[in-house]
């Protein structure tokens, strides 16, 4: 039986388009060939320090090649992929390699500072290898590892099926803390045909990676490109001017680019904007929330040769639904409608479907579900109903089936393209000894969409300031996470169970 295996299309694009550039990062060009090359060194290099099929690879880089490198060695020996996002601290690291009962950490030399601290604390990570040398550590450099290894096809401790795990994705979870979101081989080669067809990623173009690949979005729109066999362009991280500079210089043809990412292009001075030819770019796709009009106005006149896919999806799954290019301008504010592949309900509480414009929360089915909740089985028991999975959105579904995004849960916040969990940050502040209450919740912001507010209630006699409190949450937090807003309050609503109510804190807020 032939089997769906992620690394596979990246195997044969090595014989059919072996001359063909695979891949461009910080003046560095690569091949399929010298790509698959450098994916076989790594795999033997990996399983010469005793990663076998199933072991935990932790990835905690930036925008880089060798990210890729990584994900498709992993997939070739059996290991599995679980990136870290790069701007966590120290113990947001360490919560993901020890729920990830991770292997292995590969970390970007500059990172050191965040991992070094707890490093002999984490429960199952006995290897380190750096990207980049340092003078702090003196753990195995990327490049000096794979050089002298073979650049033959490895082969796995034990056969892999299309079932077998390729990547823990970690997202956010009721409890604050991330939980890893188990991806397939299956599941990540369906999401990567998928929206190769959706988004018309098609061969002989060039991709853009502009956002964040330790995130399901960049990630998964980046891929197509490599299976297709065109080019892809790597960022390190994202700047709007180095990205007009790379669609104009390397005459990118399709980019990832979430809203937040959208206004920062467009809030560069008119003088800059028109020293860029970005006519090569033929799609855009958005995810993270719905584009206001004004800027979607904004693109349809700066990039006026590309389509705008605006689609609604999560890191367990890929895509739900797409808003297409000729539904722009009939449907505004919407998530469009389903993805091939996939299935929508809107249910109420008692989780069956309710009516036409009737709100009911978001649960979806298709082939590129995550199988479960990594060590999770309160999460998979609350999230998943049979081969429904729960979004935690609340939406409706007008007249014509498209679909809109009316609420989320009450602890998520949506700040950009990044969940924010408000159960974490109360966690930290609750650390605070002047704190006897605190309630964190999102406020409306221009720029992201979403910006958190901490309602704050102070023990009897307590005095503390608002910049104490955000410096409090100075590294305990990732930056974005940390409050944009503090209100002190005298008390918090909440019911006869112990249950904040936060549903009358955001009326104050509307």
Same mark, same amino acid.
């Given at each position: 039986?032939q089997h769906?295996?992620?690394s596979?299309?990246?195997t044969?694009n $090595?014989v059919?388009? &072996?001359?063909?550039?695979a891949l461009?990062?910080?003046?560095? @060009?690569?091949?399929?060939?010298?790509?698959?090359?450098?994916?076989n060194?790594?795999?033997h290099?990996?399983?010469s320090?005793?990663?076998?099929k199933?072991?935990k690879?932790?990835i905690m880089?930036?925008?880089?090649h060798?990210?890729?490198?990584l994900?498709?060695?992993?997939a070739?020996?059996g290991a599995?992929?679980?990136?870290?996002n790069?701007?966590?601290?120290? @113990?947001?690291?360490?919560?993901?390699v020890?729920?990830?009962?991770?292997?292995?950490l590969?970390?970007?030399? @500059?990172?050191?500072?965040?991992?070094?601290?707890?490093?002999?604390?984490?429960?199952?990570?006995?290897?380190?290898?750096?990207v980049?040398?340092?003078?702090?550590?003196q753990?195995?450099?990327?490049e000096?590892?794979?050089?002298?290894?073979? &650049?033959?096809e490895?082969?796995?401790s034990?056969p892999?099926t299309?079932?077998?795990?390729?990547t823990?994705?970690y997202t956010?979870?009721?409890?604050?803390?991330p939980?890893g979101?188990?991806?397939s081989?299956?599941?990540?080669?369906?999401?990567?045909l %998928?929206f190769?067809?959706?988004?018309?990623?098609? @061969?002989?173009?060039?991709?853009?990676?502009?956002?964040?690949l330790?995130?399901a979005?960049?990630?998964?729109?980046s891929?197509?490109?490599?299976y297709?066999?065109n080019?892809?362009h790597?960022l390190?991280?994202?700047h709007?001017?180095?990205?007009?500079?790379?669609?104009d210089?390397?005459?990118t043809t399709?980019?990832?680019?979430?809203?937040?990412?959208?206004?920062?292009?467009?809030?560069l001075?008119e003088?800059?904007?028109?020293?860029?030819?970005?006519?090569s770019?033929?799609?855009i796709?958005?995810?993270g929330a719905?584009l206001?009009?004004?800027?979607?106005?904004?693109?349809?006149?700066?990039f006026?040769?590309?389509?705008?896919?605006?689609?609604?999806? $999560?890191t367990e799954?890929?895509?739900?639904a797409? %808003?297409?290019p000729?539904?722009?301008?009939?449907?505004?504010?919407s998530?469009?409608v389903?993805?091939l592949?996939?299935?929508?309900?809107l249910r109420?509480? &008692?989780?069956?479907?309710?009516?036409?414009?009737?709100?009911?929360?978001?649960?979806?089915?298709?082939i590129t579900?995550?199988?479960e909740?990594?060590?999770r089985?309160?999460?998979? &028991?609350e999230?998943?109903?049979?081969?429904?999975?729960?979004l935690g959105?609340?939406g409706?579904q007008?007249e014509?089936g498209?679909?809109?995004i009316?609420?989320?849960k009450?602890?998520?916040i949506?700040?950009?393209?990044?969940?924010?969990?408000?159960?974490?940050? =109360?966690g930290?502040l609750?650390?605070?000894p002047?704190?006897?209450?605190?309630a964190?919740i999102?406020?409306?912001d221009?720029?992201?969409?979403?910006?958190?507010l901490?309602?704050?209630?102070l023990r009897?006699?307590?005095?503390?300031?608002?910049?104490?409190?955000i410096?409090?949450?100075?590294?305990?937090l990732a930056k974005?996470?940390i409050?944009?807003?503090i209100?002190f309050v005298? =008390?918090?609503?909440?019911?006869?169970?112990?249950?904040l109510?936060?549903f009358?804190i955001?009326?104050?807020?509307?």
């Amino acid at each position: 039986m032939q089997h769906m295996l992620f690394s596979d299309p990246i195997t044969l694009n $090595a014989v059919r388009y &072996k001359d063909r550039e695979a891949l461009s990062y910080n003046g560095l @060009r690569f091949t399929y060939q010298g790509f698959n090359d450098r994916i076989n060194q790594l795999a033997h290099a990996l399983q010469s320090i005793g990663v076998n099929k199933g072991d935990k690879v932790a990835i905690m880089l930036m925008n880089c090649h060798q990210l890729f490198e990584l994900i498709f060695a992993c997939a070739k020996i059996g290991a599995v992929a679980v990136p870290v996002n790069s701007r966590f601290i120290s @113990r947001e690291i360490q919560h993901v390699v020890d729920d990830s009962e991770a292997l292995l950490l590969v970390v970007d030399s @500059r990172f050191l500072d965040e991992v070094l601290p707890s490093s002999e604390q984490y429960k199952t990570v006995n290897h380190f290898i750096t990207v980049g040398s340092s003078d702090k550590v003196q753990y195995p450099e990327y490049e000096e590892l794979i050089a002298n290894f073979s &650049k033959e096809e490895p082969v796995p401790s034990s056969p892999l099926t299309e079932l077998d795990t390729l990547t823990i994705m970690y997202t956010g979870g009721t409890t604050g803390f991330p939980k890893g979101a188990v991806r397939s081989h299956r599941s990540m080669y369906l999401v990567t045909l %998928l929206f190769s067809i959706e988004f018309q990623i098609g @061969r002989l173009g060039r991709g853009l990676a502009a956002g964040p690949l330790y995130g399901a979005a960049a990630l998964s729109i980046s891929l197509p490109n490599l299976y297709v066999g065109n080019s892809l362009h790597i960022l390190e991280k994202f700047h709007p001017v180095e990205v007009l500079q790379a669609i104009d210089e390397e005459k990118t043809t399709t980019t990832f680019l979430a809203p937040p990412m959208l206004e920062a292009i467009f809030s560069l001075p008119e003088e800059i904007l028109r020293q860029y030819d970005v006519s090569s770019l033929k799609s855009i796709i958005s995810v993270g929330a719905p584009l206001h009009t004004s800027t979607k106005e904004k693109v349809f006149a700066y990039f006026p040769t590309a389509d705008l896919n605006e689609f609604y999806g $999560a890191t367990e799954l890929g895509g739900a639904a797409n %808003l297409f290019p000729e539904m722009q301008k009939d449907k505004d504010r919407s998530v469009g409608v389903p993805m091939l592949g996939m299935d929508i309900e809107l249910r109420n509480d &008692k989780r069956e479907p309710v009516q036409e414009n009737e709100a009911g929360e978001f649960f979806v089915k298709g082939i590129t579900l995550c199988d479960e909740y990594y060590k999770r089985p309160e999460a998979n &028991k609350e999230s998943f109903d049979g081969e429904w999975l729960s979004l935690g959105d609340v939406g409706v579904q007008d007249e014509d089936g498209y679909y809109y995004i009316v609420d989320r849960k009450q602890d998520m916040i949506l700040s950009g393209a990044i969940n924010v969990y408000p159960a974490e940050i =109360e966690g930290v502040l609750h650390e605070h000894p002047a704190i006897a209450d605190v309630a964190v919740i999102g406020i409306p912001d221009e720029k992201w969409g979403e910006v958190s507010l901490a309602a704050v209630v102070l023990r009897p006699g307590e005095k503390v300031s608002k910049e104490d409190l955000i410096e409090f949450c100075q590294g305990k937090l990732a930056k974005y996470k940390i409050p944009q807003h503090i209100d002190f309050v005298e =008390e918090l609503p909440r019911s006869l169970q112990g249950k904040l109510l936060k549903f009358k804190i955001r009326k104050n807020y509307e």
